[in-house]
């Protein structure tokens, strides 16, 4: 069994938070709330979310697994405006998600979860963290994008640097620690990434304010973010590019 | 003789109506008013307008027949902000219509009626009719043209349903006669349509508020709205498509 | 040694004053502002624009001649808002010029102007001049472009007027004295032009209310407009078509 009501702007964060890495997911559905992993078809890339029950408007669950086509949850959010309440209930024996906005019942077929594999979150050892404005890193991908395909992040005890190297040009961010919203690191750390799934991260990122990166030398990156006002939680992890010169 | 000023929003909405179905129509020009009706190339739809003399700022016509290219008038419109008025002035000796928007003076060459016929509106019985908030219908429009491009139009004595069905989805759009602003049916009728025809035909209709729909049993549907503060109004007709299961 | 702060919507409307005619142009740098002169590749139009120091919020600067590529300067632009102050450095031993919006520095590579010629403006005798608005002539040129691709500029002791014949529709805006800023003519002259050339030229000068026309008989005609609140102007040159019936 699950029934639930939800506000359409935090089903739709959902959706743009997991669909930049994957087009369908499987959602852990319990009675304390839903949660999902999802690694990307290049396994460069994971999400980790998590939503508690206190995020919907109405709330009632078993312990479930649903395979969810994100695009079709997302044309049915086309429909809805910002505050309308969406309802989404399961109904077991024709395995479809009956979503209802306004007076709008879509019954949407459910994906098999067989073949999806269960990600697992690595247990890394990132030495510094980093909380930066989400608008100010935004600011600084968004200039990066125009010379090159990766971009480095760097923090030391002073500061975190993003910047990026084209062929003739080249784009620095550079943040000190009184522009930033907190600093954790005793050590120089440094890490290159694509730039691609940088961006589309930072961007799912763009209703938070602010972003922690936790960050280590050639070392994956961690990014993390609260969604729906605190009663959900956003893990992406990115591989690292190693530099070739 | 054709001499008239019309506000711009008026005219634009005679064309967008007008050119979901047809690139050119022939207009009847009478002292009372104008009106066109048009079939579209496949014969699947037809449209029936008429626009008043009180809809213009000023009126003053003859009995005529004008072929008007509605792209080329709709180029026009682009020069006009919504409360503009248009100038339409008919030059019989160089057949063409002279439109002025503001200082700037389109002459624009008419097209020849000869070839276009006389599109008659059948007499149809159509036992249902159902007044439905065009927001409302719309919102149902769009959430079916996610999964099918079909829709199916059912109204009973309790009320009136949008449906459509994919290959494993569906969607539904049930009003109850408490959510309609009027009902009158003394018998299920239910016919199908293609969803393309159907869903401008709602769009041409969103500046009014609510849209009458005339329903039979795998019959045509008329759909008839006001425009123009209610001095002008239109009536389509869209043919059935037969269900093959 | 070049060293500026500048708002950026100011130096958005140098780069997209120039960008329509030239990828990249010769800013000639002086203690008293910046200039520079292009003409497109099809030596078909010119622009000479001059910028003062007194348009800059910070200003220092030598002799200098520092080539830019305008797409470059652009991409950083879409970083800053209208309001946003951006600084210019330019570095001689790196030959690159760094700019900085808010926190993010980009080190561009300036473009060698020793194969970019010196254009030099005409002495033309154009006896006519007409101070047009520029919304009023905008619309004309829309207008214009529905229907051809060269427009005829024509002005007398009357009045100005632009028109466009297309294969059977034409469009007029015929300006009388009254409805011009100001009018200068002792004889009827007209020239035409493409349109391509003369919609980019009065796309740039929106910024500006009141737009300059020198004109004369089957000659170049002269547009001039303030840019940055008088502290900067722009003039274009653009030969004309000549009419081949």
């Known amino acids: 069994m ?29 009675p304390e709330g839903i949660s999902l992993k999802a690694v990307d078809p ?7 979310l998590s939503l508690g029950s206190k995020a919907f408007e109405e709330y009632k669950a078993e312990d479930l697994e649903l395979g969810i086509d994100l695009g079709k949850l997302d044309q049915i959010m086309k429909l809805a405006s910002a505050g309308d309440v969406i309802s989404l209930d399961y109904k ?19 994906v098999d979860t067989a ?5 697992k979150v ?11 404005k989400s608008s100010e890193i935004s600011q600084g ?15 030391d005890t002073d500061g975190f640097e993003l910047s990026a190297e084209g062929d003739t040009d080249s784009v ?21 990434f694509s730039l691609d799934y940088f961006a589309n991260m930072i961007k799912a990122a763009k209703s938070s304010d602010a972003i ?15 969604i729906a006002d605190g009663n959900g939680h956003v893990v992406y992890l990115l591989a690292p590019r190693i530099e070739s010169d």
Chains 1, 2, 3 share one sequence.
Do not use: C, Q
Request: hydrophobic fraction near 50%; glycine fraction near 2%.
């Open 115 to 119: 073949g999806m594999p269960d990600a």
């Open 212 to 226: 922690l990166l936790k960050l280590g030398n050639d070392y994956p990156v961690m990014m993390e973010f609260d």
């Open 172 to 192: 620095n961010l550079k943040l000190p620690k009184d522009l930033l919203v907190s600093l954790k690191s005793s050590e120089r750390v440094k890490s290159l």
């Open 141 to 155: 991908v968004l200039a990066s994008k125009a010379i090159s395909d990766h971009v480095a992040l760097t923090a």
């Open 2 to 30: 699950f029934k639930a009501k939800i506000k359409a702007d935090i089903l739709k964060t959902v959706i743009d938070t997991t669909s930049i890495l994957v087009d369908e997911a499987k959602f852990h559905i319990t």
């Open 92 to 110: 077991e024996d024709a395995h479809r998600l009956v979503v209802k906005v306004a007076n709008i019942v879509r019954k949407m077929s459910l």
């Open 42 to 48: 290049a396994h460069v890339a994971m999400v980790d």
């Open 122 to 132: 690595p247990n890394l050892n990132l030495p510094a963290e980093v909380v930066v």
